[in-house]
Nanobody, 119 residues
Framework: QVQLVESGGGLVQPGGSLRLSCAGS????????MGWYRQAPGKQRELVAS???????NYGDSVKGRFTISRDNAKNTVSLQMNSLKPEDTAVYYC?????????????WGQGTQVTVSS
């Protein structure tokens, strides 16, 4: 059974920092592209950051220069360091694992963790 378990969300003041972590199990973690997505109330889910199995990263325009994604394949974890947080970063953040093979796509999601940026 595949599980992606997020942790590290919470309430933080504008300008503050948070670090989200996602622990994966039930998959060969190192073969997946790992990503963080977020969804704010009334908005569509959007990509925050992703990192391929080779370590190539991609960021949403709104978080470039503020957020950093990293992975530790030995520990089956992916992290998101969020700095200079803004109220508009408030959302539920979801961990995602995906890969496409010759026979099927694989796409898994965590349950989400709430991040609230407010004074």
């Amino acid at each position: 059974q595949v599980q992606l378990v997020e942790s590290g969300g919470g309430l933080v003041q504008p300008g503050g920092s948070l670090r989200l972590s996602c622990a994966g199990s039930g998959i060969i973690f190192g073969t997946y592209t790992m990503g963080w997505y977020r969804q704010a109330p009334g908005k569509q889910r959007e990509l925050v950051a992703s990192i391929t199995s080779l370590g190539r990263t991609n960021y949403g325009d709104s978080v470039k220069g503020r957020f950093t994604i990293s992975r530790d394949n030995a520990k089956n974890t992916v992290s998101l360091q969020m700095n200079s947080l803004k109220p508009e970063d408030t959302a539920v953040y979801y961990c995602n694992a995906k890969k496409t093979t010759a026979w099927a796509p694989y796409d898994y999601w965590g349950q989400g963790t709430q991040v609230t940026v407010s004074s």
